[in-house]
Nanobody, 116 residues
Framework: QVQLVESGGGLVQPGGSLRLSCTAS????????MGWYRQAPGEQREMVAQ?????????ADSVKGRFTISRDNTENTKTVYLQMNSLKPEDTAVYYC????????WGQGTQVTVSS
């Protein structure tokens, strides 16, 4: 089993920055990829960014150049971060962490609101 704890959402003005974090515990040695998805009201959930344990990252076209995904590992945990810069109102959504292992585990979601 893998457990996730997310943090870092909030309200920010357009052009501002936020950093999300997601820490996995439990059977972390089975994890081979971690990523972030988002879902705006009335929209489908979409991939924002993901990174493999080897460090290979990919991004949605809408966030390239503005968002950066990174990871940090300890003996018992794996953490994935999403640094979001130059935020736009259209980035407003609930952001979910997803971890791929023998199956997949989703975080509880954190609200990001970009508004003046």
């Amino acid at each position: 089993q893998v457990q996730l704890v997310e943090s870092g959402g909030g309200l920010v003005q357009p052009g501002g920055s936020l950093r999300l974090s997601c820490t996995a515990s439990g059977r972390v040695f089975t994890i081979y990829a971690m990523g972030w998805y988002r879902q705006a009201p009335g929209e489908q959930r979409e991939m924002v960014a993901q990174i493999t344990t080897g460090g290979s990252a990919n991004y949605a076209d809408s966030v390239k150049g503005r968002f950066t995904i990174s990871r940090d590992n300890t003996e018992n945990t794996k953490t994935v971060y999403l640094q979001m810069n130059s935020l736009k109102p259209e980035d407003t959504a609930v952001y979910y962490c997803k971890v791929n292992h023998l199956g997949a585990t989703w975080g509880q979601g954190t609200q990001v609101t970009v508004s003046s």
